[in-house]
């Protein structure tokens, strides 16, 4: 894809993913692209505001001044964060598939109370719950190459501690609050066909920080740039040209 856009492309990954899932989609940018992984929290004794503290701060290393930053899923909580914290580094964020919080409530849309709850029952099984979550993330589509697709870029199990603590943080985070002072561009781009987070909750996001752009792709689920490149690339093509 060319493009005229010289800012840095960041590309942080969702839960249980490494950042190379991205690489294909990457690829197709004349801008500097720069993929990040989520780093490891299975040595620290961190509570839920330091744990989101100290991975800003890693990422303040990395991420260079007026960077594009794509997050996928999870780490979308922690672009919010990162923009809200230091806006130099941020020029726009696009959030594929991700909220400020993920999980619903009476007032807000998200992965159901139940679905949670089938997370907490499965993470301390780690082969269950992968196997679970790449399902959810291939859906609608059953075709056994997406899954073993996926499978190619999920983290190794030996990395579990780090994956459980990061799926407390996407079930407990609530950021709505530092969502609604972000001042720079948003752009939100959901699956129509998403069952980890409804394309629903489109609406509520624009009410809660109007600068936000919503753009949802027809038949996708949780993982649009794979399953549905083309009109991925696109989308994003028409946000940062």
Known sequence: MSDRNN?????????????????????????????IDLPDLSQQSLSFSESL???TSIFKTQV????????????GLFAIYLCHQYPLLCKQIILVASTPKFVADQNWQGISQSAA???Y????????????????VQHPNKQNQLFQDLQKYAMSLLHFPNL????????????????????????????????????QIATQLFLLNP????SIIPGAGHAPFITHTLLFSETIKEIVL
């Open 7 to 35: 800012s840095t492309l960041v590309f942080l990954p969702g839960w249980g993913f490494k950042t190379h899932i991205w690489q294909d989609f990457a690829r197709k940018f004349a801008s500097p692209v720069k993929m």
């Open 53 to 55: 503290g100290h991975i």
């Open 64 to 75: 260079p001044p007026g960077s594009i930053i794509i997050a996928w899923s999870l780490s």
């Open 117 to 119: 709850r089938a997370f």
């Open 121 to 136: 029952r499965k993470r301390n099984h780690p082969p269950d719950l992968m196997v679970h979550f790449i399902k959810l």
């Open 164 to 199: 459980q603590i990061y799926l407390n943080l996407l079930l407990e985070l609530d950021l709505r609050k530092v969502y609604q002072q972000l001042f720079v561009p948003i752009h939100i781009i959901l699956g129509q066909e998403d069952i980890i987070l409804p394309h």
């Open 211 to 214: 600068r936000t752009q919503v």
